[in-house]
């Protein structure tokens, strides 16, 4: 499972509420950690608000606490240093108005986790969110287990790709499944393809803005994609202890990546141990 947010633009007028922030307590502790919640709960028996809010909350009594020794191997933070997006300049972090030259506030942060019940056991969940990245997107992919070296994949030296659903949640809201089809007139030949849905062809319109929607459910009284307070301090419980443990770490100095460019090494370093790599946005 991968669940990108990734922001185009740098910290621009919010450096200073951005500097005592950084990328974990802004991106990661709220919007991430609900989308996580909302694509590995169980399916609510209704749609009443304490319902669905009572099933994210199980996900997060499940989630693996991250704990000091596990930081260094799940955990990558960074900062953009000076580049480009969409041919704009963007300074580096550290050279923002508002930030202290000194500054170790992470604009990226990629983390490893896993929800430890049933259903997900043993699956691990990839997240990531940054500043000064090629694209604004959210997106959820669902990677299916890998197909068995039998059949059509029984070449193990060029495997076929798994199958994937991905959920795109911005700019452009649809789902695409990408499946290995047959190719027609073959006895064998397979290749991958891609379905596509996005509701902004299908309806004629796109639909309304995020904060929209939530006035929209402030208006008519329905809590259902709000925290509960419950789940606000267990998402910031979970956090905190990344927080300490990268406190404990003592870096002086955080690792760069290019404004523009699509993260730091070190966060590709960290899926493809796994022999995984991070999808292209």
Not at 51 to 56: C, D, E, F, L, Y
Not at 164 to 176: F, H, N, T, Y
Request: glycine share 6%.
């Amino acid at each position: 499972m991968q669940i990108t947010v990734s922001e185009a633009e740098g910290v621009g007028t919010r450096a200073s509420y951005y500097e005592e922030a950084g990328a974990l307590r802004d991106m990661v502790q709220n919007h991430m950690l609900q989308l996580l919640c909302l694509v590995a709960m169980e399916p609510p028996y209704s749609l009443d608000p304490d319902v669905v809010r009572n099933a994210k909350m199980e996900v997060l009594r499940c989630l693996r606490p991250i704990t000091d020794q596990d930081v260094e191997h799940v955990t990558v933070r960074a900062q953009y240093s000076e580049g480009t997006a969409h041919g704009t300049p963007i300074p580096g972090y550290r050279r923002e108005n508002g930030i202290h030259p000194d500054s170790k506030t992470e604009t990226y942060v990629a983390l490893k986790c896993f929800v430890e019940n049933w259903r997900w056991d043993g699956v691990p969940f990839y997240l990531r969110t940054g500043k000064a990245l090629p694209h604004r997107a959210s997106e959820i992919a669902v990677q299916f287990k890998d197909i068995p070296h039998i059949l059509f994949n029984a070449n193990t030296q060029q495997p076929q790709p798994p199958n994937v659903l991905a959920l795109r949640i911005q700019p452009e809201e649809g789902l695409s499944l990408r499946i290995v089809s047959r190719v027609p007139g073959t006895r064998a030949q397979t290749h991958p393809v891609e379905m596509d849905f996005q509701y902004s062809d299908v309806f004629g319109r796109p639909s309304p803005e995020a904060y929209e929607r939530l006035l929209l459910d402030v208006m008519a009284g329905d809590a259902s994609r709000f925290m509960r307070r419950d789940a606000v301090e267990a998402s910031w419980a979970w956090v905190t202890k990344i927080l300490e443990g990268w406190q404990r770490q003592g870096l002086r100095w955080l690792p760069e990546y290019q404004a523009g460019s699509c993260g730091p090494v070190e966060a590709d370093r960290l899926i493809e141990k796994d022999g995984r790599t991070w999808r292209t946005l």
